[in-house]
C-alpha cells in the first residue's frame, strides 16, 4: 500500500502522489523571528522533521524548504521596545532560532528562504494579482479581494458570512468586504520600507509564503504543511493568492499539526505560558523531546506536562538500557551451541522483521508515529527476553541473531531521527551499566559468588553515592530501581548508604 496522507482541504486521509514520481517538494511555515521558539512552535517543527526523514527513509528526494518571515509588526513592536533596527532583532533571533534547530537535532531545510530576500517576488505576484483584478489599492495599500476568488473558505471549510459571525473589531471602510487582507502595506514612518509602484512599504505576512513556496517549488508542488492555527487565515490566504495568481491547485496536500496546549489552553507566546525549546534543552537529551513527538499522533493535541516529559524520558531510557544490554551481550563471550534455543533464535528473527513491518505500515498510515513506537517497543521487550533467556551466554548464532535485531532497532529509530547511539559515558556513569549487569548475573546465581557481589554492590554504591554528591538525581534513582528490581534495598540513612538483601 502506498503512503497514506490526511488533507485538511479534503478532510480525508488520501495515497500520496507525487508530482513528479519519487519526488517530493514540501514547504513549511517557518518561524517569524521576533522571540525564542517555544516547545508548540518546536513539536510542529519536529513533527514535520519526522515526516521528512521517514518520506527520505522511504526513498524520496525530497526538497524542504522552511522560510524565515524576518519582517513583520512583531518584529518592528520589538525593535521599537529595545530601541534598536528590525534587521538587529531578525538577525538575532534567526541565530537563536537556528542555535534551537541545531538542539532539537532537525535536519535542516534545502532551501531557508528569508521573506526580505525575496521582496521582489511578491511585488510581481501583487502586480498579477490587481491585474487580474483580484487586488486593489488605497493609500499605498494592497488588499486582496476574498469576494474576487470563489474558493475563497476551501482551506478552513467556512463561508465568508461565518467568517463575519462573531465579527467585533470595527471594519477599515477603504475595504471592499472585511475579509479583504493586505498584500502590501505603506510604510509608516521609521518602519522598514521597500521601493514598489505602490509607494515605499513593505509586504503582508501572507503573500511572503505564496512567494517564496512558488520561487523554490513551483506554481504546484506536493505538501504545506505548518501548525493547526495557520489553517486560517494564514493558509486559505496562501491558497487565494497562488491559485488566483498561477490558475493552477497550489499545494497537493495540506498538513497541520496539533497543538501543544497547557491545561485548557494553546501554548502561546501572547498567552504567556510558553516553555521555551533552548530551556528545555537544558535539562532534557533532545531525543526525549522527539520521543515526546513521536509518542503523539502529529494531527492530535498534545497537553504538556511533567508527566508527559516523564513518560518521554523514560521511553528514552527503555531504549538505551536495551542498547546496553545488547552491547553487552554481543560484547561478552561467545559459547557453544545450547540445543534447546536454537527456537529462541527464530523467534527474535521473526519479532524483528515484524517490528519493522508494523513500523513501516504504522508510519505509511498518515505518520502514526505513536504506532511505530509501539513496534519497536514491542521488539525491545522481544529483544529483553532473548537476552535474559541465554543469561549472558550467548552463541554465534544467538549473536547474530541479536546483532540483526539492533541492526533493525537503529534503522527503525533512525528512520524517524531517533538517535539510539548509547551516550559517551561520562563520570559517574562510566561503566554502570557493566557494574549492574555483572551484579545482575551474580545475584541471578549464574556466578554465585558472594564476595564478588559484595565488591560489585559497594562499587555501584560508591558510584551512587557520587551521583548523589554532584546531584545526578536521575542517575542515583536509576541506580537504586535497577538494584530494587533484583532485590536489593538501598537505605539512605545519615551516615551514607546502606544496602540489603530483602
Ligand atoms: P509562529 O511563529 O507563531 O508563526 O509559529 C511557528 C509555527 O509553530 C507555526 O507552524 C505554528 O502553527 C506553530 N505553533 C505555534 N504555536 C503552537 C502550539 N502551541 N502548538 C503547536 N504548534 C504551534
Ligand atoms: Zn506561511
Known sequence: MAIQVYDTLSRKKEELITRDP??????????????????????????????????????????????????????INKAREEGVSAEEIARRYTKAFHDDADGMGLARPTVEPKATEHIRSMIEMIEGLIKKGLAYVVDGDVYFEVTKFPGYGKLSHRSLTDMRAGERVEVD?????????????????????????????????????????????????DIHGGGQDLIFPHHENEIAQSEGYTGK????????????????????KSLGNVILVRDLLKEHNPNVLRLLALGTHYRSPIDFGPEKLKEAESAYERFLNARRRIEHSLSSETVTMLPEKVELIGSLENASLEAKKKFIEAMDDDFNSAAALASMFELVKEINTFIEAFGGQMTIMAKDALEKADRILLELSGAVGLDLTLPEAVGVAEKLPDAIYELASVVLGIALDSKKKDQLLDEILERRNEARKNKDWAIADMIRDRLLKMGIEIEDTPLGSRWKIK
Open 22 to 75: 519519487g519526488k517530493i517538494g514540501i514547504y513549511i511555515c517557518g518561524p517569524t523571528v521576533y522571540n525564542y521558539i517555544h516547545i508548540g512552535n518546536g513539536r510542529t517543527y519536529l513533527s514535520f522533521d519526522i515526516i521528512i526523514r521517514y518520506l527520505r527513509y522511504r526513498g524520496y528526494d525530497v526538497t524542504y524548504v522552511r522560510n524565515i518571515t524576518d519582517i513583520d509588526d512583531k518584529i
Open 173 to 221: 471602510p477603504r475595504k471592499h468586504h472585511p475579509m479583504d487582507f493586505a498584500l502590501w502595506k505603506a510604510a509608516k514612518p521609521g518602519e522598514p520600507a521597500w521601493e514598489s509602484p505602490w509607494g515605499m512599504g513593505r509586504p503582508g505576512w501572507h503573500i511572503e509564503c505564496s512567494a517564496m513556496s512558488r520561487k523554490y517549488l513551483g506554481d504546484d508542488f
Open 249 to 268: 491547485e497550489f499545494a497537493r496536500y495540506w498538513m497541520h499539526g496539533g497543538m501543544v496546549n497547557i491545561g485548557e489552553e494553546k501554548m502561546a
